[in-house]
C-alpha cells in the first residue's frame, strides 16, 4: 500500500488525536462513518482509493482532495461509500484525460 504522509496532502487537517487509535479504513467492507475533518481518517483512505487507482501521482491525490473536499456530498458516510465514491469519480475524471 501506497504511504502518504500529511506533507504530500493539498490542504491541511484537524486531528481527532482523541479518536487515534481507533480503527480505520483497510478495505471494503467497513460500515463505520468516515470522518472527513479528521486527518487520521484521510490519510488511511486516500492511501486505499490511491491503491486502488494504480497511482502514486501527487497530482491524483489532490484531485482526491478536492472531491472529497468540495464535490463528495455530505449522505456520502460510510467509509466504504467514500471510498467508492472516490474511486468511481477519480476514475471518471481520469478517463476524461
Do not use: C, Q, W
Not at 487537517?13 to 462513518?33: Q, S, T, V, W
Amino acid at each position: 500500500m501506497i504511504m502518504i504522509k500529511p506533507s504530500d496532502l493539498k490542504y491541511k487537517y484537524p486531528r481527532d488525536i482523541a479518536r487515534r487509535n481507533e480503527p480505520k479504513f483497510a478495505g471494503k467492507p467497513d460500515p463505520h462513518p468516515f470522518n472527513r475533518d479528521d486527518l487520521y481518517e484521510i490519510l488511511p483512505m486516500a492511501a486505499a482509493v490511491m491503491d486502488a487507482l494504480g497511482s502514486d501521482d501527487g497530482r491524483v491525490l489532490h484531485m482526491l482532495e478536492d472531491l472529497l473536499n468540495r464535490d463528495m456530498p455530505r449522505f456520502v458516510e460510510t467509509r466504504e461509500d467514500v471510498f467508492d465514491f472516490l474511486v468511481g469519480t477519480a476514475r471518471e475524471l481520469l478517463d476524461e484525460e
